[in-house]
């Protein structure tokens, strides 16, 4: 028989929804140009494969906000780092939030399964090496792609790594990043550079130096507990959409072990989470008047329930979320 799941205990609409995201995302009212490291904290990380999109999707957020300041954050201040995280693809993320990152990521590790191995023609002991190797050759020493491929084949003593580590973005690459053995530094003209997390931000993040670290369905489900606060009234679909999960069962996991309370709150016949302490503020929420420009591969664009006619006509679904995982810029009415 089929189980029988307890009411929610309240209900909402996606406009009450969308309204409390618009205000927690500092896009009703934007931030102060000093709250750059707070809001990408806030946002559990801006998406960052086109590091132009990036920085828009911040100053659409900061008042004020200059070019250099989000340059400064990442190179000078090291207040902030970009590394593949979120469902394998390149994020801007705090320090603090690379740290619990580094930890959950061992619920998703693509390398231990056999598609992915026989697709890079690896084993799981070869990529293990790999993984050490990397963390051993970087340090604060930015490294271009091709220094650090270079020197990872010599180590290896494998020189067809070297054409291999040039290729495929993050492919390679991703495995050492998730374990916490690798970011991007400053960029060196047009060349992409990578540091050690570690040694660059002056604090254990790899998961090799923390043996205390704790468990990473505990990590998780904090930073679970952390996005709902900016993604009120999310699915478990959407969450797991948002983590990357493709384990059956795993989000459930998770979401039994938040530190924080949530409840169970109906939109427009959709069961989603809301943290209690935000449940008066939905139900306060009214409509945001006004327009917005967002940027491609925005956060609020991003985690939007799909194919949602009410949000977004199904029609012009696909003209927003397109093919390779290109999400389109949007004038937010």
């Known amino acids: 028989m089929p189980v029988r799941l307890p009411p929610p205990a309240a209900s909402a609409t996606w406009s009450q929804v969308l309204a409390l995201r618009l205000a927690r995302q500092h896009l009703a009212e934007r931030a102060a140009p000093d709250q750059l490291v707070a809001l990408v904290g806030a946002m559990v990380g801006l998406h960052g494969q086109v590091m132009s999109a990036a920085e828009l999707q911040a100053a659409a957020r900061i008042d004020g906000l200059r070019p250099d300041d989000f340059r400064d954050a990442l190179a000078d201040r090291r207040s902030l780092v970009k590394a593949w995280s979120l469902r394998g693809t390149l994020h801007v993320l705090t320090p603090e939030d690379l ?4 930890v959950a990521a061992a619920t998703r590790e693509r390398w231990h399964e056999e598609p992915w191995l026989r697709s890079v023609e690896m084993d799981r002991e070869q990529v293990e090496r790999l993984i050490r190797t990397v963390g051993d050759t970087l340090t604060d020493r930015p490294m271009t792609r091709a220094e650090l ?3 990872v084949a010599q180590r290896m003593a494998d020189p067809t790594l070297a054409t291999r580590l040039r290729t495929g973005w993050g492919t390679f690459l991703g495995a050492p990043a998730q374990r916490g053995e690798l970011i991007f530094g400053p960029n060196r003209g047009r060349n992409v550079t990578f540091v050690h997390p570690s040694a660059w931000l002056g604090r254990p993040i790899a998961l090799a130096e923390r043996p205390d670290a704790g468990r990473p369905i505990d990590a998780l489900a904090s930073l679970i507990a952390r996005y ?3 993604f009120p009234g999310s699915s ?3 969450i797991g959409r948002w983590w990357g999960a493709a384990r059956a069962g795993l989000i459930s996991e998770a979401l039994e072990r938040l530190p924080t309370d949530t409840v169970e ?3 427009d016949g959709v069961r989603t989470r809301v ?8 139900r306060a929420s009214t409509p945001f008047r006004g327009l917005r420009l967002l940027p491609g591969f925005d956060p609020f664009t991003n985690e939007l329930p799909r194919r949602v006619d009410s949000i977004l006509p199904t029609a012009h679904h696909d003209d927003v979320y397109r093919t390779a995982g290109w999400v389109t810029p949007l004038v937010l009415v």
């Open 99 to 102: 740290a619990e990152f580094v």
């Open 149 to 151: 491929a270079d020197a």
């Open 228 to 230: 709902l606060r900016s």
């Open 236 to 238: 478990r679909d959407m």
């Open 265 to 267: 709150v109906q939109v």
């Open 275 to 282: 943290r209690s302490e935000d449940l008066e503020d939905l």
